[in-house]
T-cell receptor, first 111, second 112 residues
Framework: EPEVTQTPSHQVTQMGQEVILRCVPI?????FYWYRQILGQKVEFLVS????????KSEIFDDQFSVERPDGSNFTLKIRSTKLEDSAMYFC?????????FGPGTRLTVL | GENVEQHPSTLSVQEGDSAVIKCTYS??????FPWYKQELGKRPQLIID?????GEKKDQRIAVTLNKTAKHFSLHITETQPEDSAVYFC???????????FGSGTKLNVKP
């Protein structure tokens, strides 16, 4: 059964550095998402992406964040100048209707 | 925007007993309510979902009920087994392709 994949599983970075989190959605899916979960808190929506552009973004998704689909398979989340409070689990998801399929997540630790 | 509240945060039951997890939502326009199970270190996986035109849905030992008037929905697991131990998340969404608003999660522990 096809699955959403994410790399890396764990990323450690210094405050102020840029990170790129990578996702490969399920191949025939049309909508892609990024969510994050700060330890002990709810899973929160960051951004949705359709037809090569952002369809919606939350107030969390400020100028520090960007998303890209650089080729036919990858979907990336870039965080510029990371802050301590960016430490969280980041989940990618994709869908072709209502059910969203989640990747295993990338744990980002900002030191 | 939507606000989804989930209770309890932890639930411990004896194997064979039933478990019930409850969620409330605030946006009357929400019409899709999935439940996800997340085992330790693994991805969230859909276990059951319900749409607002249905009051109840069942899949073997798992059922979900929805009360649109009261804006709450519940997950029922009967004859619990140790492998049901996980964190369960409810979510609400307006339409297909729309973002999910998640509850805070319930850690279910099924004691053998």
């Amino acid at each position: 059964e096809p699955e959403v994949t994410q790399t890396p599983s764990h990323q450690v970075t210094q405050m102020g550095q840029e990170v790129i989190l990578r996702c490969v959605p399920i191949s025939n899916h049309l909508y892609f998402y990024w969510y994050r979960q700060i330890l002990g808190q709810k899973v929160e929506f960051l951004v949705s992406f359709y037809n090569n552009e952002i369809s919606e973004k939350s107030e969390i998704f400020d100028d520090q964040f960007s998303v890209e689909r650089p080729d036919g398979s990858n979907f990336t989340l870039k965080i510029r100048s990371t802050k301590l409070e960016d430490s969280a689990m980041y989940f990618c998801a994709s869908t072709r209707d209502s059910e969203q399929f989640f990747g295993p997540g990338t744990r980002l630790t900002v030191l | 925007g939507e606000n989804v509240e989930q209770h309890p945060s932890t639930l411990s039951v004896q194997e064979g007993d039933s478990a019930v997890i409850k969620c409330t939502y605030s946006d009357s326009a929400s019409n899709y309510f999935p439940w996800y199970k997340q085992e330790l270190g693994k991805r969230p996986q859909l276990i059951i979902d319900i749409r607002s035109n249905v009051g109840e849905k069942k899949d073997q030992r798992i059922a979900v009920t929805l009360n649109k008037t009261a804006k709450h929905f519940s997950l029922h697991i009967t004859e619990t087994q140790p492998e049901d131990s996980a964190v369960y998340f409810c979510a609400a969404s307006r339409d297909n392709f729309n973002k999910f608003y998640f509850g805070s999660g319930t850690k279910l522990n099924v004691k053998p």
